[in-house]
């Protein structure tokens, strides 16, 4: 199985960007569909964006706006998350997933395996 581990979150000001990454361990990180979520307090984890194994597809939420782009880098195990504009709304903890199934899901049911997640906190 595979282990991920996140990085990258902090404390940034409204209007300023982030660049979560996802390192991955124990299998290549290829051989999966990833996936980014976030989490807040009482509430279910939201699907952000989601990329197929190769990197030829990507999906993203529409409440986004454009303003995140996922990315992976098979060669170095990891996968990003790029967030400009960010906004106080944006203050979660952020998970990144794997998903060794069929295709590429956009919701955490069918994610197999998942980091510890790392905060995220937009100041206004």
């Known amino acids: 199985q595979v282990q991920l581990v996140e990085s990258g979150g902090g404390l940034v000001q409204a209007g300023g960007s982030l660049k979560l990454s996802c390192a991955g361990s124990?299998?290549?990180?290829?051989?999966?569909?990833m996936g980014w979520f976030r989490q807040t307090p009482g509430n279910e984890r939201e699907f952000l964006a989601a990329?197929?194994?190769?990197?030829?597809?990507?999906y993203y939420a529409s409440s986004l706006e454009g303003r995140f782009t996922i990315a992976r880098d098979n060669a170095k195990n990891t996968v990003s998350l790029q967030m400009l504009s960010l906004k106080p709304e944006d203050t979660a903890v952020y998970y990144c997933?794997?998903?060794?199934?069929?295709?590429?899901?956009?919701?955490?049911?069918?994610?197999?395996?998942w980091g510890q997640g790392t905060q995220v906190t937009v100041s206004s």
């Open positions: 997933a794997a998903d060794n199934g069929i295709g590429t899901p956009t919701t955490a049911r069918y994610y197999d395996y």
């Open positions: 124990g299998r290549p990180l290829s051989t999966y569909s």
């Open positions: 990329i197929s194994g190769s990197g030829g597809r990507t």
